[in-house]
């Protein structure tokens, strides 16, 4: 007799809520989402634009908390706090709630930034690279135990692979209307960063303009939904890098094409992350790399 095939809550199951693995891309994601912080508020959360004693303890404790969270020191309570301290910030923007971050902390690539970090508390990321997988060994050295396995339960990376489909899917959305799909509001994108006031009236130039959008709502919708399987994301994942590359360089979002192509790490199954790093390590520490996930070296 032929086993029975799972059922698809089973599949959905093992797939969200009891997926695990190794941490090691995780860790990656955890290093690279501090270091884009940084690079997002480490002009407006200067002490010198502090205006008392309580904002620039605020300000101290932002950085001591993300320096812990990027070495990896009480990983998860670091995160914690990080993660409180911009959800403060947010809602500051948001909501008025004293407007000093209100100008720094209102835009989307902020939004996804604190959402991202917040999904990081549930994501056991301190496992690995981290001074808390250091001296977790060293622990299990001195007590004559072998060390703990590099893995745990990922399901809180997949939340934030889910964060990134909705913002390639809302954006997508946004972009169905006549002002946009007419290449209308990339013709005023490219105004007002290159070409000023006046366009050059050329039908071959707004042909292109359209062709741009219609080929940008396509590739969004395609990243928003296609990442999530194996064989499309072989090609989605370059054509995604190439898409931020370019924006990084033609548009002021850096924060945001940084943080997105870091956050395809998400999408990546974590053995052949561990795999990638095999290769970079060389052949003398790849199966001791492989002994570490499995705690058994």
């Given at each position: ?250 548009l002021p979002v850096c924060v945001f094409s940084a943080l997105t192509v870091l956050l395809y790490l998400a999408f990546v199954e974590p053995a052949a992350v561990d795999r990638a790093l095999a290769r970079l390590l060389g052949p003398g520490e790849r199966e001791r790399g492989r002994a570490s996930v499995r705690?058994?070296?």
């Amino acid at each position: 007799m032929s086993e029975a095939r799972p059922s698809l809550g089973s599949r959905l199951a093992a797939a969200t809520v009891d997926f695990e693995g190794s941490t090691r891309a995780a860790a990656l994601i955890r290093i690279g989402l501090v270091l884009a912080l940084w690079g997002c508020v480490g002009e407006p959360l200067s002490l010198t634009r502090a205006t008392g004693a309580l904002e620039a303890a605020e300000i101290v404790v932002f950085f001591g908390a993300s320096l812990a969270m990027l070495v990896g020191l009480g990983t998860r309570g670091a995160t914690a706090i990080t993660a409180a301290i911009l959800v403060h910030l947010y809602l500051d923007a948001h909501l008025g709630l004293g407007g000093r971050a209100r100008s720094f902390f209102g835009h989307h690539h902020q939004a996804l930034l604190t959402t991202v970090t917040l999904l990081m508390i549930l994501v056991p990321a301190g496992r690995s690279i981290s001074v808390d997988r250091w001296l977790a060994l060293r622990r299990a050295e001195a007590a004559g135990r072998p060390p703990p396995p590099e893995r745990g339960p990922l399901w809180g990376v997949r939340l934030i692979a889910l964060q990134l489909s909705a913002v390639y899917v809302w954006s997508a959305i946004d972009k169905l209307s006549p002002d946009y799909l007419s290449g209308a509001r990339l013709e005023r994108i490219a105004m007002d960063f290159y070409l000023g006031s006046d366009l050059p009236e050329s039908a071959a130039l707004h042909a292109l303009f359209v062709a741009a959008a219609w080929i940008l709502l396509a590739l969004e919708l395609a990243l928003g939904v296609g990442l999530w399987w194996p064989r499309a994301r072989r090609w989605l994942v370059p054509a995604g890098v190439a898409l931020h590359a370019l924006f990084y360089l033609a548009l002021p979002v850096c924060v945001f094409s940084a943080l997105t192509v870091l956050l395809y790490l998400a999408f990546v199954e974590p053995a052949a992350v561990d795999r990638a790093l095999a290769r970079l390590l060389g052949p003398g520490e790849r199966e001791r790399g492989r002994a570490s996930v499995r705690g058994d070296e």
